[in-house]
């Protein structure tokens, strides 16, 4: 058996299906002292159907700072705790994240174990662009702030992916119309439960939409980046690099110069004057 004395392991659970828990986390929680949970009777019918029988305490928003410090006296005092979520990986768009934090400022050891994650399950189904993305997990209620938000990443190129509520939806989605221009969006509901839909269609689509239909469900959004300027996916790679990588391709230096004003969006006399070609 592994040293778990005195350190916070990081849990994942299910984001529906029950099968979605990995064998290290269900040992974990088996091995705990104390398990930590934002909602200790959701939790419970997780620990149920495991047959898993350990004490538990709540951690959530409203109690996070003060509890977070008694969750660390414990853990000093050589307890293990395993802090869970409601559904998918804990300190993801949740309070968790404070209390790494504060473990952290004590050097107590946080281990991170993977599972279930609804952002990354949502993304790989979207057929959006994988190799580079932006989570952004929920707007705020706030109107000012959440189109201040929207327009902080409306020039992102990187595919964005937002967490929503049922009862916001409608809303979210006319303010990302109206901020974000129309988009290619997939709308990914309940993932891994009975009544799992991915819907992919573009953000004016999505409007219309549920302008019929009520939203149902916990729902991932996956959106389209923004489409780069001319110029702007090559901003921080180094002319001459772009201009080497030409002729290494066998373009001849004209045709080199040409290709690398047309990336990044200058003249070719530029070219020719960064570069000290005659």
Not at 13 to 37: H, S
Not at 54 to 62: C, G, L
Not at 139 to 157: D, F, G, P
């Amino acid at each position: 058996m592994a040293d778990l004395t005195g350190k916070l392991y990081l849990c994942p659970t299910p984001i529906g299906n029950l099968e979605d828990i990995t064998l290290r986390v269900l040992r974990i929680l088996k091995e705990a002292d104390l398990i930590a949970a934002e909602d200790t009777r959701h939790s419970l019918k997780l620990l149920n159907h495991f047959e898993i029988k350990k004490p538990m305490i709540s951690y959530f928003e409203h109690n996070k700072r003060e509890r977070g410090l008694e969750i660390i006296e414990k853990i000093k005092d050589g307890k293990i705790v395993a802090l869970v979520t409601d559904a998918g990986t804990p300190a993801i768009s949740d309070p968790g994240e404070e209390l790494v934090r504060q473990c952290i400022e004590e050097k107590i050891e946080v281990i991170p174990l993977p599972g279930a994650n609804a952002a990354i399950t949502a993304l790989i189904v979207s057929g959006k662009p994988t190799g580079r993305f932006s989570f952004q997990g929920f707007l705020t209620v706030n109107k000012t702030a959440r189109k201040e938000h929207l327009e902080s990443v409306a020039h992102i190129t990187e595919t964005l992916i937002f967490y929503e509520a049922p009862h916001k939806l409608r809303t979210t989605l006319k303010d990302m119309l109206n901020n974000l221009g129309n988009r290619e969006i997939s709308l990914c509901r309940e993932l891994t439960k009975k009544y799992e839909e991915i819907i992919r269609t573009d953000l004016e689509g999505a409007v219309k939409l549920y302008e019929e239909d009520s939203p149902k469900g916990e729902y991932v959004l996956v959106i389209q980046g923004a489409t780069p300027v001319k110029g702007e996916e090559f901003i921080n790679v180094p002319l001459e690099d772009i201009y080497n990588n030409y002729i290494k391709q066998g373009f001849s230096d004209k045709e080199a110069i040409k290709l690398t004003a047309n990336d990044k969006g200058i003249s070719k006399r530029e070219v020719y004057s960064k570069l000290k070609i005659k």
